[in-house]
């Protein structure tokens, strides 16, 4: 008999899976449309022996969690939009002295103050670096509340693994929606960290954590050590196929519009068009490979976004020697439906 | 084809349909099935409707947002004005017809029900229970899951403040379907 | 004739020559810092939190597990490591850009809430590592690269003044201002650091202490001259003393 199933808002699932995973320190400050997860561990992270700050600005927080990961325990902070723009000063810092942080991002509506709805306009600063130098996160898009939660503890296993910054891509439709999860307790490693992290230098050296190399070729030699550490990355690629076998159109989307798209594509299916979806979920490490197979298949592609197009320079880098995308973009401020892409799809179908 | 069931619940703030939108997914839920339920906020809760939607299936649920539902909860006339020409061809909808006209439904393209809920929810002796009445008939009309697992499911989604309140809340849902039951589609 | 020496090297002093500037501070204070937490047993359970600024390499003198922060955020980094180990001893050396500009929302938060941390902080009342620029503890009057015609308090403002800053809030257990440039002044910096430690150790509240500093290169003096400058132009606007010692002594 399976576990019993909780009705969540995805919003919740990170919580209540970063709480699984072990998460002992959670910094924040309210920002919409994500306030359900400072505010839910705010409630029960301290029960579990945790600590919560609701933090000055985001700048801080995401300093605080650069600080207590340094500890060597499992920590997050989680923003929408406008906040993870503060948030990347620190994100480099970690990605630079190596840093296990856990971030999330409820994207909503940009550029500036934009709006509090859906959006995937922070598609480029999650997946080419955000902050200043040249870095990358692990950054996972979940498409449904139980990916929220499968995710948020995959990203605490992959921030230590690879000591590197992992952020959640979601939005505001993922964050806000119910859907029933069944939640599992995964296996939290007890010592971890235990050979890097700073604790006081006793019977040993003492540790330096940092990203400062000013010595020749020093920061050359760490840049090199981290380009090598993104390459391992690319054993963690996950991405959904949705009847993209016989297709003759594959359309490329990721979260929430990844499912609104499933949607339409059913239908579509239903009067007889041959059309699939490729979701990718780890959006870094980019699912290249995968889309390139299709490709050389003599697939058709539609990239759709909730975005101006940003994914979509992804897509075609991996599918151009075979393939070119065509995009659709929905715009931010606009609640996207399965309707909004039928016509989009057969366009590019008859194409 | 499997069980799969759409709706889109609307009215005044305050009115309570994001509580039995809630109630009625996690009914759905606890009936073995498949849930979503997404509230819609930003601009077009200042334009005197708040709406939820929530899509109940055997399959796996794809959207969460749906433009054109198989079935409307309608409590009060600007979500009728919004949300009615988007009803699927013989598409259910339950009205209110305490609050909005039944002349205003188009009768010839969709299955309407009627329901004077606050009238239904002050017989019972508070009319805040209005959303429970057009709840209560939404199942009965569509039949998606029995009226007993979304009874049993009210201690779950009605906060702890207002638990003594639970009989009154399950007496309306049975009235609605009732209602139904008797009076049928206009 | 026997020789007694008053001021020990701490073993927790690297054993290396600095890259600081003749006549700078930042040598004695971390000296000063390293004597406190040997005398308090503190180094095998400490974390330091460094900032940016001259003091970036503070994790070569001082043998410590350390992390770096960025620029004004050790505050915040600090409440971090802390939050994650109560256990440890957990401690910022800043300077009065990091501190008192880019950092200002960081110190007063961290202080306003009460962390368990301490906080060194050496002002002197310029940007060192960057050449000299105008700090906000800058006096009026003073040229930098960037108010050549000296700091002007109708433009720039008058400088802050952070011990008083931190000694009104309400987390603070223990703020102080302390000064290097004599013998006497460098004994009572010692005693201020020790409590600003001690006010975590014993779980009073943030700790904080405030440093008088010379930085002859930046302000074009001999260190002589540096030291005559702190007495003269610097302790009269930066009074010296406690502004808050819940302490008990």
Redesign the interface.
């Known amino acids: 008999m399976s576990k019993k199933?909780l009705?969540v808002k995805g919003n919740e699932a990170i919580a209540l899976g970063a709480l699984a995973a072990g998460c002992?320190?959670y910094?924040g400050y309210p920002i919409t449309p994500q306030n359900d997860i400072p505010e839910f561990m705010s409630r029960e992270l301290p029960k579990k022996g945790g600590?919560f700050?609701q933090?000055?600005?985001e700048?801080?927080?995401a300093?605080?969690?650069?600080?207590?990961?340094?500890?060597?325990?499992r920590?997050m902070t989680s923003s929408s939009s406008p906040g993870i723009s503060l948030k990347q000063?620190?994100i480099s810092?970690m990605a630079g002295?190596e840093l296990p942080g856990v971030i999330v991002n409820m994207n909503r509506g940009g550029p500036g103050l934009g709006?509090?709805?859906p959006s995937q306009g922070d598609y480029f600063q999650a997946t080419k670096g955000g902050g200043h130098g040249d870095y990358r996160l692990l950054v996972l898009g979940p498409g449904t509340v139980q990916e929220a939660y499968d995710l948020t503890i995959k990203a605490f296993d992959l921030a230590f693994k690879y000591k590197n910054p992992v952020m959640i891509l979601g939005d505001a439709?993922l964050g806000?929606?119910?859907?029933?999860i069944t939640p599992w307790e995964p296996e939290v490693p007890e010592k971890e960290a235990k050979e890097w992290c700073?604790?006081?230098?006793?019977?040993r050296?003492?540790?330096?954590?940092?990203?400062?190399y000013l010595e020749d070729g020093a920061l050359a030699k760490h840049n090199l050590k981290l380009a090598q550490k993104y390459a391992e990355m690319k054993k963690e690629i996950l991405f959904e196929e949705f009847l993209t076998q016989d297709a003759s159109l594959i359309v490329v989307a990721y979260g929430s519009i990844g499912?609104?798209?499933?949607?339409?594509?059913?239908t579509l299916r239903k009067q007889g068009h041959k059309v699939g979806l490729f979701r990718p979920i780890t959006l870094y490490p980019f699912p290249s490979e995968a889309l390139q197979v299709l490709a050389k298949e003599g697939k058709k592609f539609l990239t759709i976004e909730h975005n101006l197009g940003q994914m979509v320079e992804d897509v075609q880098l991996a599918v151009c020697p075979y393939a070119q995308t065509d995009f659709h973009g929905h715009l931010p401020g606009n609640?996207?439906?399965?309707?909004?892409f039928e016509e989009p799809i057969i366009k590019a179908l008859e194409k | 084809m499997s069980k799969y069931q759409d709706v889109i619940i609307a009215g005044f703030g305050g009115q309570g349909v994001m509580l039995i939108g809630n109630l009625l997914a996690y009914a759905g839920m606890e009936a073995g099935l498949n849930v979503t339920y997404i509230p819609v906020y930003g601009p077009e809760m200042r334009g005197g409707t708040a709406n939820c939607t929530v899509v109940i299936s055997e399959e796996e649920i794809g959207s969460p947002i749906i433009f054109n539902p198989k079935s409307l909860i309608i409590m009060n006339r600007p979500s009728l004005d919004k949300f009615q020409p988007r009803l699927e061809d013989k598409g259910t909808l339950i009205l209110n017809s305490s609050l909005v006209d039944v002349d205003l439904v188009d009768k010839k393209r969709i299955k309407a029900f009627a329901v004077p809920a606050n009238e239904i929810a002050d017989s019972l002796g508070n009319t805040r229970m209005a959303n429970m009445v057009a709840l209560g008939a939404y199942i009965e009309a569509t039949q998606i899951i029995p009226l007993k697992v979304v009874q049993e499911a009210l201690p779950q989604v009605i906060s702890s403040h207002y638990q003594h309140l639970i009989p009154a809340n399950s007496q309306a849902l049975e009235a609605g379907a009732n209602y139904v039951q008797e009076k049928g589609s206009l | 004739m026997t020789e007694k020496i008053m001021f020990p090297k701490p073993q927790v002093l690297a054993n290396r020559p600095t890259h600081y500037c003749p006549g700078c501070h930042h040598g004695l204070a971390h000296k000063l810092v390293a004597q406190v937490l040997e005398e308090l047993k503190l180094p095998e359970k400490t974390i330091c939190v460094g900032s940016i600024g001259c003091s970036v390499f503070i994790y070569n003198y001082l043998l410590l597990d350390t992390i770096e922060a960025p620029h004004g955020r050790a505050p915040a980094v600090a409440t971090g490591v802390k939050r994650a180990r109560p256990d440890k001893f957990v401690f910022t050396y800043q300077g009065d850009g990091d501190l008192a500009a880019i950092g200002l929302a960081e110190i007063m938060h961290c202080a306003n809430r009460g962390e368990r941390v301490s906080v060194v902080f050496v002002n002197n009342t310029i940007y060192g590592m960057t050449g000299g620029q105008m700090a906000p503890t800058t006096l009026v009057g003073q040229k930098t690269t960037t108010c050549p015609g000296g700091r002007c308090k109708d433009r720039e403002g008058e400088p802050f003044k952070m011990a008083e800053i931190i000694g009104s809030l309400g987390g603070t257990a223990y703020a102080a201002r302390t000064a290097l440039n004599d013998i006497k002044n460098i004994q009572k910096t010692k005693k201020a650091i020790k409590l600003a430690f001690r006010a975590q150790l014993e779980d009073k509240g943030f700790g904080f202490v405030e440093i008088l500093s010379s930085c002859p290169t930046n302000w074009k003096m001999t260190p002589l001259q540096a030291n005559e400058r702190i007495a003269k132009e610097m302790i009269p606007y930066f009074p010296l003393g406690e502004f808050k010692n819940t302490l008990g002594e």
């Not at chain 1, 300093?63 to 325990?73: D, E, F, P, Q, T």
């Not at chain 1, 050296?205 to 400062?212: D, G, H, M, T």
């Not at chain 1, 499912?259 to 059913?266: D, L, Q």
């Open positions: 199933r009705f002992k320190c910094f600590a700050v933090a000055e600005s700048v801080a927080a300093n605080m969690l650069l600080g207590a990961v340094s500890a060597g325990i920590a000063e620190a810092y002295s709006d509090i709805g439709i806000q929606m119910k859907e029933p700073l604790e006081g230098a006793k019977g050296p003492p540790r330096v954590i940092k990203s400062l499912r609104i798209v499933k949607s339409t594509i059913r609640l996207p439906t399965p309707n909004d």
